[in-house]
């Protein structure tokens, strides 16, 4: 025999009985965006390698290790995309989208990352995320915030994540704090690990939530971001934590939350859940008030989320929130032999065509009672309809309920429609 292909390591086939629960997990999506009025944008793939670097920073985990880069046949370099932002920002100002006007915007779609797959770790994995542009305030932050709220809501998770907010000043305060902390870092050298050293001078930020118990031991007495925030800075953030405070959402303020990406400033966030591991963070975003004009725009404030859909489905399956998604047929239809297969066909078809949203599946390949009966099962649909020669005959059809044990019942063919309506 052939020697079997496999996937590539760290990418998942998302098989026809995990299907439901990623359209389910979907769909909840798409109906909060809407009821927020957000507009989906979908970008491709594949970008400039160039995006990525000058985007996310040429210091950081994805830039520095996790890229799938590659040359194009004309030797460009070119990068399946590791996140959602870069490309959405590079294409709202391709398209003059970002210019003199507001947009809230949402995108779902697979990322790419060269990272050691892991429970929760991929290296192709799904992303949802909103990205809102031209708006500076404070209740903008609040709002994409509200709508991941609502996502918890709705998935029923509520009280399995929590969320974790920070504040990290504008570029000149960044800036300063950034050289005190360098100067902090400097006189303790000595004690740092070697990915600390080695992003003391690029990427200090970086060394606060580095996972090294020295180095966090060391950072008890490293200065605070807070106290090097301006009073523009310092209102945004009260005015967040009041807006928060005042829909309900709970919160916890941890000055260690500097996020893994460069192009953040004040505001960042991660909603994070005790029941994953220790990848725990199923969502993670903040302000970006400096990347479009980074990436060639006009400057334009910017805030946004990504969320890991492969984390959402985990939490979803560990907390036995996957049971009662709904099978992907409702109703099985069979023939009893030959001369009732064309009847059978009218039938199902006649209930497609009323029943717009009913799952209706129809037996093909023939076969006795018990053959189709056992398929009819394995289908997870809910009734059988059994159409045989009698039934015919006398214009009814016999629906046999498959998951309880009540009687059959023999329904008029005029009346099915109505009838099954009023089984779901
Ligand atoms: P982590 O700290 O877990 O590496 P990150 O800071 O790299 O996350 P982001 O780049 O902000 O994460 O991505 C947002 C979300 O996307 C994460 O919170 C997580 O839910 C998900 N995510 C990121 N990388 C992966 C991956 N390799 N596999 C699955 N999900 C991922
Ligand atoms: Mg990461």
Redesign the pocket.
């Known amino acids: 025999m052939a020697k079997q292909i496999q996937a590539i390591r760290g990418m998942n086939d998302i098989l026809p009985t995990q299907s439901p629960l990623w359209q389910q997990v979907e769909s909840v999506i798409r109906s909060t965006v809407s009821a927020y009025g957000y507009s989906e944008i979908r970008t491709p793939i594949v970008e400039s390698t160039d995006l990525f670097k000058r985007s996310i920073g040429e210091v950081t985990?994805?830039v520095e290790k996790?890229m799938y880069t590659f040359a194009d046949r004309n030797e460009d370099s070119l990068t399946l995309r590791p996140e959602g932002t870069a490309s959405t920002v590079r294409a709202g100002n391709e398209h003059g989208l970002l210019y003199n006007q507001e947009q809230r915007l949402w995108y779902m779609g697979p990322m790419f990352?060269h990272?050691r797959p892991q429970k929760g770790?991929y290296r192709q994995f799904h992303q949802f995320g909103v990205e809102v542009y031209g708006i500076p305030s404070a209740d903008v932050d609040a709002e994409v915030l509200m709508l991941s709220a609502r996502l918890w809501d709705s998935f029923g998770i509520k009280e399995h994540v929590k969320l974790e907010l920070n504040t990290l000043g504008d570029t000149a305060e960044r800036a300063a704090y950034r050289d005190a902390l360098i100067a902090f870092l400097e006189q303790h050298k000595e004690q740092l690990d070697e990915d600390s050293k080695r992003r003391m001078y690029s990427n200090p930020l970086r060394v606060l939530d580095s996972k090294s118990p020295q180095v966090q031991a060391i950072l008890t007495d490293a200065p605070a971001l807070m106290d090097y925030l301006g009073e523009e800075s310092k209102t945004h953030f009260s005015t967040l934590c009041e807006l928060l405070d005042a829909v309900g959402i709970e919160y916890t303020v941890n000055p260690r939350l500097v996020r893994?990406l460069d192009y953040y400033n004040r505001t960042v966030f991660e909603w994070v859940t005790d029941s994953l591991g220790s990848q725990g963070t199923v969502l993670a975003g903040g302000r970006y008030d400096g990347l479009v004009g980074q990436l060639g725009g006009k400057d334009t404030p910017a805030v946004g989320f990504a969320m890991g859909l492969e984390r959402i489905v985990l939490l979803l399956q560990t907390l036995e929130l996957d049971k009662d998604v709904a099978p992907v047929v409702d109703v099985y239809v069979t023939a009893m032999g030959e001369k009732c297969v064309v009847e059978a066909i009218k039938i199902a078809q006649e209930l497609r065509q009323n029943l717009p949203t009913l799952k209706v599946m129809t037996h093909c390949g023939g076969g006795n009672f018990k053959k189709q009966m056992k398929r009819a099962d394995r289908s997870g649909a809910e009734y059988a309809l059994i159409i045989g020669e009698d039934e015919i005959a006398n214009q009814q059809v016999a629906v046999k309920p498959l998951r309880n044990k009540n009687e059959q019942l023999l329904v008029a063919r005029a009346d099915l429609a109505t009838t099954i309506k009023s089984l779901f």
């Open positions: 985990d994805i996790e990352r990272e770790r893994g």
